[in-house]
């Protein structure tokens, strides 16, 4: 028989999570197993639970931002070994969803983690800055002039040594932050909103915040 292991089981469509097992898996080529030591709770997954939208197999296996320990290599592996520690966000695919006890991940898309930092800040906190981060600098490499993030403001500094323009505090409610936007950009149209958030609120305001209502009307044709 396979060698199994323990999992959190989305049961079925609008279901309940439930712990379940499911198959060990074996990495291929190019890729690595993980040991998982923490997984971040991401709203992706009760969004996923309540809406029923982006599954289409069940059981399913969610758990995006993954930190744990490299404890196999597949052929090929050179940006690894044995004992790393990794963090890396899951594919979409069931052997590389985080809610379990080993997943598979490509090795070229796991990073080391850092050694003052804790696999639990790796799966959560880390990650998510990395991720802002990230957009902030290739916004600015791509020749944005003006980039416009919402911050704690205590990161505003590094945040502008990335390449934002404007920090705003993201403790605004959401029509103040539509203000200093406006204020911002000088009443000027905005081109491109990036979501990290991803709530009816959020979407609502980015839409809003488009240059245009035939830009909205073009990326959401459903919606007026």
């Not at 190019?30 to 709770?41: C, F, Q, R, Y």
């Not at 399913?60 to 790393?84: F, M, Q, R």
Request: glycine share 8%.
């Amino acid at each position: 028989m396979p060698e199994t292991q323990k999992a959190l089981l989305l049961e079925k469509k609008f279901g309940y999570f439930v712990v379940g097992d499911t198959e060990k898996y074996k990495p291929g080529p190019g890729e690595i197993l993980i040991k998982v030591h923490s997984v971040a709770l991401n709203p992706a997954h009760w969004k996923i639970q309540k809406s029923g939208l982006s599954i289409e197999e069940y059981p399913a296996i969610l758990g995006i931002d993954i930190a744990g320990e490299v404890v196999e290599l597949g052929t090929g592996v050179t940006e690894h070994k044995l004992g790393d520690r990794v963090f890396c966000q899951s594919q979409w695919e069931k052997n590389r969803e985080g809610f379990q006890q080993y997943v598979v991940s490509l090795a070229v898309t796991a990073a080391k983690i850092p050694p003052n930092i804790s696999y639990d800040e790796a799966a959560t906190d880390f990650t998510a800055q990395v991720s802002g981060q990230l957009t902030i600098q290739l916004a600015h490499l791509s020749g944005f002039s003006l980039i416009i993030t919402t911050t704690s403001l205590k990161h505003t500094d590094f945040l502008k040594s990335l390449g934002a323009t404007r920090a705003l505090d993201r403790h605004l409610p959401l029509d103040a932050l539509r203000v200093e936007v406006d204020k911002a950009t000088g009443g000027k149209p905005v081109n491109i909103v990036y979501d990290a958030v991803v709530l009816d609120a959020t979407q609502k305001l980015g839409l809003e915040l488009l240059t245009s209502v035939w830009n909205a009307r073009d990326y959401y044709p459903s919606r007026t």
